[in-house]
C-alpha cells in the first residue's frame, strides 16, 4: 500500500506537481507528508489539509493507505 498526497488549485500550480505516493512509513503526521512530498518546504499556516475527505491538522496521524489533500484557503464573494 502507500499514502497519497494530492496539490490542488494554487499549491499544485506554484508545486508543479497534483499528486505524491510516499511509500508506507515516510510520513506519520499530515504535516509530515507534506515535508515528504514537497523536497522539505514548511507548509505554509494558511494551508488546508485533509484526510480522507475529512478536514485534518498538520499533527494528525496517519496511517497506510490515506489520501492528504492540502489546498489553500477558500474565499467568497
Known sequence: MSLTVRF???LRERLERDEVV???GDAATVGEA???ATGGEAMPAN???AVNQDYAAP?????D?????????????
Open 65 to 77: 493507505g490515506d489520501e492528504v489533500a492540502f489546498f489553500p484557503p477558500v474565499t467568497g464573494g
Open 47 to 49: 494551508v488546508l489539509a
Open 22 to 24: 510516499l511509500a508506507p
Open 8 to 10: 490542488f488549485a494554487s
Open 34 to 36: 507534506w515535508a515528504c
Open 59 to 63: 499533527d494528525q496521524p496517519l496511517k
